[in-house]
């Protein structure tokens, strides 16, 4: 389907001058970005305005808006039921270089912090029973509103083939792998992703349909380095993370984890080489 689409370079936009991006947002958006909010991240740029909203900006590849479009946050705005910041207003445009494009997102501004500065977490953050209910009500309610996109986590739209080749190269004792069950995902549900103290979901460029536990396995796998914290999470999502599919998808993530790119440096190796063989045998046995 997208392979005669061009592909762009390449980009970290944590190192990559962006204040012509920002420059164009705020003509378009009549808005100013506090240079000093800005939070930069590897394919993403956000920043606090003078009228208290925020302003996300995002640059994707046309190969990615190909597959899934680019307007993840306008469509997660019809969701019911989901804890997220109330988006306001988009504006895109084509890069005059690259096949790229730029998309700036203005939603409202989300009190707190991430409970994770990183995908994961090396320290117990400390979570209220409040902050557990917010997420397991979002997280259902989500599931429950069918939508026609494909989740893309890691860039990658989620497929059988994709869920199969993931895990057989490191897992190849796995005779099946097929996915039974399919339901809208938020797709980087991170511990960067997820606000605190009141309970919260940001970016969602990545959201559509995928197996169902995705999220669970996803925020699960990132606490790995903390024991306690990945029971928890497990205990939470438990109807989600020991379905088939669950418990596919937490081998999924694992085998990111565990795989050919794995760094012996990771806090979350050693525990997800230890779960990989307690979800092997549960399939196994099932």
């Not at 700036?104 to 912090?113: I, R, S």
């Not at 999470?233 to 990111?256: T, Y």
Request: charged share 25%; glycine share 6%; proline share 6%.
């Amino acid at each position: 389907m997208t392979s005669s689409v061009p592909s762009a370079r390449a980009v970290d936009l944590r190192v990559e001058p962006v204040d012509d991006v920002l420059d164009r947002v705020e003509r378009s958006l009549k808005v100013r970005v506090g240079r000093d909010t800005v939070i930069r991240k590897r394919r993403s740029v956000g920043g606090r305005t003078d009228r208290n909203t925020w302003v996300r900006v995002e640059r994707r590849s046309f190969q990615r808006i190909a597959a899934q479009g680019g307007n993840g946050p306008e469509t997660a705005a019809v969701l019911r039921g989901v804890a997220m910041p109330r988006w306001h207003t988009g504006l895109t445009w084509r890069d005059a270089q690259e096949p790229v494009m730029w998309r700036a997102d203005e939603t409202e501004f989300v009190a707190g912090t991430p409970v994770g500065q990183a995908a994961l977490v090396i320290e117990a953050p400390r979570l209220t029973d409040t902050w557990w209910a917010g997420l397991n009500a979002s997280l259902d309610a989500l599931a429950a509103q069918p939508t026609p996109r494909i989740a893309t986590p890691d860039t990658e739209s989620i497929t059988q083939s994709l869920v199969d080749a993931t895990i057989r190269q490191v897992f190849p004792e796995i005779a099946n792998l097929a996915v039974d069950e399919w339901a809208p995902a938020h797709a980087d549900l991170t511990w960067a992703n997820v606000m605190g103290p009141k309970f919260c979901i940001i970016d969602w460029e990545d959201w559509g349909t995928a197996p169902r536990g995705l999220d669970a396995a996803t925020l699960w796998g990132n606490a790995l380095a903390v024991p306690a914290l990945a029971d928890r999470v497990w205990n939470e999502r438990r109807p989600d993370l020991e379905s088939r599919s669950g418990r596919l998808m937490s081998l999924f993530v694992c085998a990111k984890i565990v795989g050919p790119y794995a760094h012996e440096t990771d806090p979350r190796l050693q525990s997800a080489r230890k779960e990989a063989v307690r979800i092997i045998e549960q399939l196994q046995s099932s």
